[in-house]
């Protein structure tokens, strides 16, 4: 059974930094490109980071380019995204995505999703 497991969502305050964590169980990251989605309360899902194989090209929605930094370690099968500088308008649910593409056209989700983590900017 293919899972991803995302870990490392919670309460933090504005200005602070967390860094989530995707495993995979099932099957090897490494054919896959990578990455993030988020889903704040009433709105629609919405790409934050994807990054190709080997890990390099890692591509950011506009809202979280040069806050947030997408890596990866295939030998773990896991996928990071180190988020800093956070504002409230980063709260959402977390979710990480396997076999996603990334084209002139605009990202697409692949067909492996993790159960998602909640990550909360309050003071």
């Known amino acids: 059974e293919v899972q991803l497991q995302a870990s490392g969502g919670g309460l933090v305050q504005p200005g602070g930094s967390l860094r989530l964590s995707c495993a995979t169980s099932?099957?090897?990251?490494?054919?896959?490109?990578g990455g993030w989605f988020r889903q704040a309360p009433g709105q629609e899902r919405e790409f934050v980071a994807a990054?190709?194989?080997?890990?390099?090209?890692?591509h950011y929605s506009d809202s979280v380019k040069g806050r947030f930094t997408i890596s990866r370690d295939n030998a773990k099968n896991t996928v990071y995204l180190q988020m800093n500088s956070l504002k409230p308008e980063d709260t959402a649910v977390y979710f990480c995505?396997?076999?996603?593409?990334?084209?002139?056209?605009?990202?697409?989700?692949?067909?492996?999703w993790g159960q998602g983590t909640l990550v909360t900017v309050s003071s």
């Open positions: 995505n396997a076999g996603l593409k990334v084209s002139w056209a605009g990202v697409s989700a692949g067909p492996y």
């Open positions: 990054i190709n194989r080997s890990g390099g090209a890692p």
């Open positions: 099932g099957f090897t990251l490494r054919p896959y490109h």
